[in-house]
């Protein structure tokens, strides 16, 4: 088996847990209350500026040049196509972009951003592909579920753009890219190196989880 479909398989019940997570289902349903959407806008914006700064990493740490671009790709895409959504809904929301980038980012985003940031600089390339796959893996199965589950919630007048965006074919191939490349650089090495990369892509799987929690609930800082 492949090691992605061996981490595939050991992230099967949080990834579920994902699926079942009333946020995710708010935003299938179009019934999401729109103050979580606007917590989620806001939250996910600074995420996205620390998040475009691993793909920057990547091309540092990447050993070749299509790896490189690649990752200069995924950048450039983030800041441009991904950032621009969230600006465009910000726009629709009556939220300024002082406002969105001024954002405090909560401390499960914090915890999270600053987790990947930590293996992305310390680490292997592995460890950077491996901490931050499951953000990108787990938004493609999110989308593939919507589209099984709730096939008109593209359509739906506020939640439908965000829909299409991430059930576009082309994110599903950045993530098909990464996948393919994370089981190339993992040929040949040993079960201790895999358990370390296993457990990056366990733990920011559950970091994925605790954001959905976060956005719906509020999960600021208590003082
Ligand atoms: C908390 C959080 N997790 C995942 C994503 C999704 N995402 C982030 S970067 C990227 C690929 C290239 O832009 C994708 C699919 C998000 N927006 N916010």
Known sequence: MKYSQQLNV???DIWEKIHQHPFVV?????ELPVESFIRYMKQDYVFLIDY????ALGVVKARD???MTFFAKLLHDT?????ELHRTYAAKLGITHQELEETKPS??????TRYMLNVAQNGSLEELISSLLPCMWSYWEISKMLADYYPNSSKHPLYGEWVKMYSSNEFGSLAMWLIDLLDRLVEGKSERELAIL???FLTTSRFEYMFWDMVYEGGDWPV
């Open 26 to 30: 708010g935003l299938g349903s179009g």
């Open 65 to 67: 040049l299509d790896t």
């Open 10 to 12: 050991k992230v099967k």
């Open 198 to 200: 296993t457990d990056h």
């Open 79 to 83: 800041l441009n196509g991904e950032m």
């Open 107 to 112: 401390p499960i985003n914090l915890a999270y």
């Open 52 to 55: 475009s700064k691993l793909f």
